[in-house]
């Protein structure tokens, strides 16, 4: 069983950052995508960024160039970089992991229970 645990959440100010961290643990060989999503009061979840086996990432516009996705396969450490937040990204946010087992090289995907995020003032 691979586990996904989200930190980095909290009460920030218009126009602040915050780093989003996740980490996944469980006899992992190698972490080959990764994901984060986010789910507001009233509203579907909805997909941020994701980043593919080579770094390829991609975003949702309300995000484009204000968040950036990163992993670090060796750490099982998969980043969401957030920056001039906006009252919109409040939300609770949600780390996705897949890849390699090391045990009969089977395939995991797995997601975090999320961490929140508050944009006020």
């Known amino acids: 069983q691979v586990q996904v645990v989200e930190s980095g959440g909290g009460l920030v100010q218009p126009g602040g950052s915050l780093r989003l961290s996740c980490a996944a643990s469980?006899?992992?060989?190698?972490?080959?995508?990764a994901a984060w999503s986010r789910q507001a009061p009233g509203k579907q979840r909805e997909l941020v960024a994701t980043?593919?086996?080579?770094?390829?990432?991609n975003y949702t516009d309300s995000v484009r160039g204000r968040f950036t996705i990163s992993k670090h396969e060796a750490a099982n450490r998969i980043y969401l970089q957030m920056n001039n937040l906006k009252p919109d990204d409040t939300a609770v946010y949600y780390c996705?992991?897949?890849?390699?087992?090391?045990?009969?090289?089977?395939?995991?995907?797995?997601w975090g229970r999320g961490t929140q995020v508050t944009v006020s003032s």
């Open positions: 996705n992991a897949a890849g390699v087992l090391q045990i009969g090289l089977r395939k995991f995907d797995s």
């Open positions: 469980g006899n992992i060989y190698r972490i080959r995508t």
């Open positions: 980043i593919g086996r080579e770094g390829d990432t």
